[in-house]
C-alpha cells in the first residue's frame, strides 16, 4: 500500500564499527545503572567529551553510498 517516491543509504561502515565497538566499550555503565539506576552517572558534557571527540570524527551528515543503512521516503497509494 506503499509508493517509494525517494531513498538513500547513509551510516557509513567505519561509523558502525564505532557504533559496535560502544557497546562493549560501554560496559562499565551497566555498573553505575545496577548501583545508582543511572546509565551515565554524571550525564554533562564535560564528562563525555572523550566519547563525543572519537565518535565525531566518524559523524558524517550527509548521504552515504557505501552506508549500511538505507531510508525510504514514501507515501501511502
Not at 517509494?4 to 564505532?18: F, G, H, N, Q, S
Not at 554524571?42 to 566519547?51: G, H, I, K, S
Amino acid at each position: 500500500g506503499f509508493a517509494l517516491d525517494r531513498c538513500w543509504t547513509y551510516y557509513a561502515p567505519d561509523a558502525l564499527r564505532v557504533t559496535e565497538w560502544g557497546h562493549y566499550l560501554g560496559l562499565p555503565s551497566l555498573f553505575w545503572r545496577l548501583a545508582a539506576g543511572r546509565w551515565i552517572l554524571v550525564p554533562e558534557r564535560w564528562n563525555l567529551w572523550l566519547t563525543e571527540r572519537h565518535t565525531r570524527a566518524h559523524f558524517r551528515p550527509e548521504p552515504d553510498p557505501d552506508g549500511v543503512c538505507t531510508f525510504f521516503v514514501t507515501h501511502k497509494n
